[in-house]
């Protein structure tokens, strides 16, 4: 088992930042591929990026390209998302998600263990 805890949501306006913190606890968090996703009230949930177990490789949703990047500290048992030039569309839940494989994806169901998620929201 391992524990995820989101922190780092808040109110934001268009154009600024953010950073998004993912505690893990229990189980070796370094053996695990994670992932960043979103939900927004009334859509269905989104993949927003994902990070291999060492950092080596990093996968991102169109939409966030350029904007967002995900970060890991395997002392740390972190994951971050740094959030730069948000827009409303950002708004949403986001939750991070373990991967046993260590590979992390961008299909939720690879995903054992999800973290409660994190409230953002992006003023216009």
């Known amino acids: 088992q391992v ?3 989101e922190s780092g ?3 934001v306006q268009a154009g600024g930042s953010l950073r998004l913190s993912c505690a893990a ?3 070796t968090f370094s053996r695990y591929g994670m992932g960043w996703f ?3 009230p009334g859509k269905e949930r989104e993949f927003v990026a994902a990070i291999s177990w060492n950092g080596g490789t990093t996968y991102y949703v169109d939409s966030v390209k350029g904007r967002f990047t995900i970060s890991r500290d395997n002392a740390k048992d972190t994951v971050y998302l740094q959030m730069n030039s948000v ?6 839940v986001y939750h991070c998600a373990a991967d046993d494989s260590g590979y992390g994806s961008s299909r939720y169901d690879k995903y054992e263990y999800w973290g409660q998620g994190t409230q953002v929201t992006v003023s216009s």
């Open 3 to 5: 524990q995820l805890v």
């Open 9 to 11: 949501g808040g109110l």
């Open 25 to 27: 606890s229990g189980r």
């Open 38 to 40: 979103r939900q927004a």
């Open 87 to 92: 827009k409303p569309e950002d708004t949403a």
